[in-house]
């Protein structure tokens, strides 16, 4: 079992930056590639970016490729998504999830105003 828990996220104005945080519980966080995922209003959920269990390589939709960036320190249990340079369209309902698996952050809102 792995418990993720989701903070940041919120309101922002079109061009800024937000940064996503997602703790892991549980089971080694390091053995496990991580994910997030977004789901919009109206829209199917999609797939955002991935990293792999060491960090070595990274992953990304082609909406928000150079504009997003997944990390993780496996020292804290934790994966990141900074987000920059964001766009209305943007605006989504954010999850993080264990890869291959169905253990599923919380949700956190994320509004793009413009």
């Known amino acids: 079992q792995v418990q993720l828990v989701q903070s940041g996220g919120g309101l922002v104005q079109t061009g800024g930056s937000l940064r996503l945080s997602c703790a892991a519980s549980g089971r080694t966080f390091s053995n496990y590639s991580m994910g997030w995922l977004r789901k919009a209003p109206g829209k199917e959920r999609e797939f955002v970016a991935r990293?792999?269990?060491?960090?070595?390589?990274?992953y990304y939709a082609d909406s928000v490729k150079g504009r997003f960036t997944i990390s993780r320190d496996n020292a804290k249990n934790t994966v990141y998504l900074q987000m920059n340079s964001l766009k209305p369209e943007d605006t989504a309902v954010y999850y993080c999830?264990?890869?291959?698996?169905?253990?599923w952050g919380q949700g956190t809102q994320v509004t793009v105003s413009s």
């Open positions: 990293i792999t269990r060491g960090g070595g390589s990274t």
């Open positions: 999830k264990v890869v291959g698996f169905a253990y």
